[in-house]
């Protein structure tokens, strides 16, 4: 099984650590160890004395205890942590789908959440985000989508790369359906915890349908991507045995020292989630201003949810504008055309303090632009 080249990876592989100024990064603030060993007395202590031997398979009890307090019915024994949510969608993938199975995969999205699948032989419908609607899904369409075939519905709520977040209403739809035709029911769910309003934070899928698969991880609401912690919970016990099983050929257990230090971080995950939130909310309050004065050159939705935002330009190629940007100021967006989404689109990304800095600089070169084209 070989699939396509991940499109987005290699481009941060070739400039994430070279440009100057990052403006697309969908993980929010980070911090070091020490900021983190902060938060609970003695931890410093505790990360000493812990064993580099081989950890559970599943992961450290005391993780997936902490794991499964941000659930309703899941208990430690409902989840599996991976390394970061990659593995575990890769693992998902080849445990519950086979050749010839189709599934329905919302897009634009996560190059993984269909690539991976189409590389095993499974067919794969794309349920379509409607950009004029602020990147909403129609359930109705659903039924147009599903086949005889149909075995699993992929759904990225809060979503990458939009920030669009579902009504209660439509997500109970997009969970009926599932019901309806027995289908595993993927939510990726990595931005669970960075709604801009707490108020409109949806259940984990796990938590209300026996068929679904919630997928987490520390990159994105913890702000803790170095950490490479990811999880599935769900009620399935065919899905937690095939997955164990898998695992066994893929990392087998994971870093005893990230599985310690995300305990932590689990067990503070309100204040980790308030600390990121609020710098999204300022931000976000820059991102207004900013899109108000370059109405002529850009469509901004305004995210409900997460870290990232996809804007479109109104006159220009996506993939031409991010590389002469990145030319001429060092400032790193992404373009559509890596996440298979035609080419003008380029992904924002608003979770890091800097961002109003870096922000400043596209909007001078944006005025030096106009200024050397009127002349």
Request: overall charge negative.
């Amino acid at each position: 099984m070989q699939p396509n080249p991940f499109k987005l990876e290699r481009y941060f592989a070739k400039h994430e650590f070279t440009a100057r100024h990052l403006l697309c990064s969908s993980d929010p603030e980070s911090m070091s160890i020490g900021e983190l060993l902060a938060y609970e007395p003695n931890a410093m202590d505790g990360l000493r004395e812990t064993w580099l031997g081989y950890t559970e398979y599943p992961g450290a009890p005391a993780l997936r205890r902490e794991l499964a307090t941000l659930y309703e019915t899941i208990g430690a024994d409902d989840i599996i942590v991976h390394t970061g949510a990659q593995e575990a969608i890769y693992s998902f993938v080849h445990t519950m789908l086979a050749p010839g199975d189709h599934a329905i995969v919302h897009t634009p999205g996560y190059q993984s959440h269909y690539a991976v699948a189409e590389a095993m032989g499974v067919n794969v419908s794309p349920w379509k985000a409607r950009e004029e609607a602020g990147w909403a899904l129609d359930p109705d369409e659903l039924e147009t989508l599903v086949t005889p075939e149909t075995r699993a519905l992929v759904i990225c709520a809060p979503h990458n790369p939009t920030g669009y977040l579902p009504s209660r209403d439509v997500f109970d739809a997009i969970v009926a359906f599932a019901r309806r035709h027995g289908l595993w029911l993927f939510s990726d769910e990595v931005y669970r915890g960075l709604e801009h309003d707490p108020a409109d934070r949806l259940p984990a899928a796990c938590d209300v349908y026996e068929r679904a698969v919630s997928l987490g991880a520390l990159s994105k609401t913890h702000g803790l991507a170095g950490l490479r912690v990811g999880w599935i919970a769900t009620q399935s016990a065919e899905v937690l045995e095939r997955m164990s099983t898998f695992k066994d050929y893929l990392t087998i257990s994971n870093s005893a020292p990230s599985e310690y230090l995300s305990t932590i971080a689990v067990r503070h995950t309100d204040a980790l989630i308030e600390r990121n939130v609020s710098i999204v909310r300022a931000n976000l309050r820059v991102l207004d201003a900013f899109f108000a004065r370059h109405a002529d050159r850009f469509e901004w939705h305004r995210p409900r949810a997460g870290t990232i935002g996809f804007v479109r330009l109104k006159h220009e190629s996506a993939e031409q504008f991010c590389a002469e940007l990145l030319e001429r100021t060092g400032v790193l967006l992404l373009p559509s055309t890596l996440i298979d989404h035609g080419d003008a689109h380029v992904r924002l990304g608003f979770g890091r303090r800097n961002m109003p800095d870096v922000l400043a600089i596209l909007d001078a070169y944006l005025d030096a632009t106009v200024t050397s084209t009127a002349s």
